[in-house]
């Protein structure tokens, strides 16, 4: 059995972590899945998908990592339209860390288990679509896969 669902929300900012829990669940339970996997993904090179414990402090911990990772006012030739040349876009934004940041969380896509019908999250962990640019329209996908 494979069941699939894209959701598109609009987010907040920089760091606004969308907790998308609650349609990991509801999509595990339609699918029927007794055992499988519950994989979450952002089709975004500047988003993210995190487990975590609270969207408040997560979103104040990635903003402290950007920091010191890749600080928002640094020189990035990424934003510097006169030096590059490649994968241009009307409208370019300044968004070098947002890319930086991404690149080191490493995290397009978590794979959550489905045991005996649930998605076997902890009962503090929670599953953030993570914006690590700037608000607009987004999209994030759930697939389950399983018997």
């Known amino acids: 059995m494979i069941a699939h669902r894209e959701f598109e ?3 907040g900012g920089r760091f606004d972590a969308v907790d998308i829990t609650d349609e990991v669940h509801e999509l595990v339970r339609a699918s029927g ?4 996997t519950a994989l979450v993904f952002s089709p975004h090179t500047t988003c993210c998908m995190l487990i975590a414990s609270e969207a408040e402090q997560t979103a104040a911990a990635l903003a402290t990592t950007m920091e010191i990772v890749a600080p928002e006012n ?4 990424h934003d510097d339209l006169e ?5 241009l876009v009307a409208d370019e934004p300044a968004n070098a ?6 690149v080191v969380l490493g995290k397009a896509s978590e794979a959550i288990p489905i ?4 998605a076997a999250l902890a009962d503090d962990q929670r599953v953030f679509f993570v914006e690590l640019d ?7 996908l759930i697939q389950v896969v399983g018997d």
């Open 9 to 11: 929300t609009k987010t």
């Open 33 to 36: 899945v007794s055992t499988g």
């Open 74 to 77: 640094g020189y990035y030739a």
């Open 83 to 87: 030096v590059r040349t490649e994968n």
């Open 97 to 102: 860390p947002a890319h930086i940041l991404h």
């Open 115 to 118: 045991v005996d019908g649930r």
């Open 134 to 140: 700037s608000s607009r329209p987004r999209r994030y």
